[in-house]
């Protein structure tokens, strides 16, 4: 298994520019979710999925977008990227039960730059 | 809501010695917790979890943490470090119900002296 896999691994956007971040699981997982970490500020949750076609806005979900249209997939969608948008940004996924419920399992995380 | 409180932003430690990292949390019933650590430029990986029974949790590389409920503390702790342990670790909390993600803390970066 992969794991969950995030893809670019780094990026550079001007102001105003768009752009998706594609995040991809092959655990099965019903949920997802996409977190961004700043410098000395822990992670924030942007948005989460409990299953396709349905997501939910996390504590920081402006400027952002999202969708699912399959179980694996979670792209993150930056429309007018702005500076404040300079961050790392993390997909995870989790199982909906079990032993592992609440587990975050975490991609390796896409850097982007917005000059 | 929930919120989690790791007190120290840096740690220094020399190789061998042990290793204490604390977590305070938030909440209003008992949640589960979670201990991630992140190496530079990586993702976060799971050290250990407490979900319900014994309050002492095992996790890998050797790392323990102790839930203590009248504390509201989920602390981090290994006998003996190694400097591969260098990192920063992430203390998280989880609300029973629901599928929102975990609330972190802001991370305690840990040095190993050698």
């Keep these: 298994n992969a794991g969950v896999t995030q893809t670019p691994k780094f990026r550079i956007l001007k102001i105003g520019q768009s752009m998706t971040l594609q995040c991809t699981q092959d655990m099965n997982h019903n949920y997802m979710y996409w977190y961004r970490q700043d410098p000395g500020m822990g992670l924030k949750l942007i948005y989460y999925s409990v299953g396709a076609g349905i997501t939910d806005k996390g504590e920081v979900p402006n400027g952002y977008n999202v969708s699912r249209s399959t179980t694996e997939d979670f792209p993150l969608r930056l429309e007018l990227a702005a500076p404040s948008q300079t961050s790392v940004y993390f997909c995870a996924s989790s199982p909906r039960g079990g032993t592992d419920f609440k587990t975050q399992y975490f991609g390796p995380g896409t850097r982007l730059l917005v000059l | ?114």
Excluded: M
């Excluded at chain 2, 430690?13 to 938030?26: K, P």
């Excluded at chain 2, 201990?35 to 799971?46: K, M, R």
């Design chain 2, 1 to 114: 809501a929930q919120s989690v409180t790791q007190p120290d932003i840096h740690i220094t430690v020399s190789e061998g010695a042990s290793l204490e990292l604390r977590c305070n949390y938030s909440y209003g019933a008992t949640p589960y917790l979670f201990w991630y650590v992140q190496s530079p430029g990586q993702g976060l990986q799971l050290l250990l979890k407490y979900f319900s029974g014994d309050t002492l949790v095992q996790g890998i590389k050797g790392f323990e943490a102790e839930f203590k409920r009248s504390q509201s503390s989920f602390n981090l702790r290994k006998p003996s470090v190694h400097w591969s342990d260098a990192a920063e670790y992430f203390c998280a909390v989880g609300a029973r119900g629901g599928a929102d993600g975990l609330t972190f803390g802001k991370g305690t970066h840990l040095i190993i002296q050698p």
